[in-house]
């Protein structure tokens, strides 16, 4: 278990898992967000000029949009324990500050 800052964003993950947020994206997210791109819809990647751009650069942001879905994106409440969004969701803030 890992606590870290994400740099400018103002949300800390305490005790995500990050191996296991990137086990997480991989056998559910890398379909549609190879490399934090988005495949359905170009424009709304997972880089963090996007997530800025579309409100969603913030770790609770990110955790509602794995939970509920939105679109094309299905939601994965009750396929994923809310451990399992808390690590996937601050792997995705993680490698959005990295730059992917």
């Not at 005790?15 to 988005?38: E, M, P, Q, W, Y």
């Not at 808390?86 to 993680?94: I, K, L, R």
Request: net charge positive.
């Amino acid at each position: 278990m890992i606590a870290f800052w994400f740099g400018g964003a103002s949300a800390i993950a305490q005790a995500a898992d990050l191996t296991s947020g990137a086990k997480i994206f991989n056998a559910n997210c890398v379909a549609c967000h190879v490399r934090g791109g988005n495949v359905v819809i170009v424009s709304k990647t997972l880089k963090k000029e996007a997530l800025e751009k579309y409100g969603m650069y913030s770790l609770e942001a990110i955790k509602n949009q794995v939970t509920k879905g939105k679109n094309a994106m299905p939601a994965f409440v009750g396929r994923l324990s809310p451990s399992q969004i808390e690590d996937v969701a601050s792997y995705v803030m993680m490698q959005a500050q990295k730059g992917w």
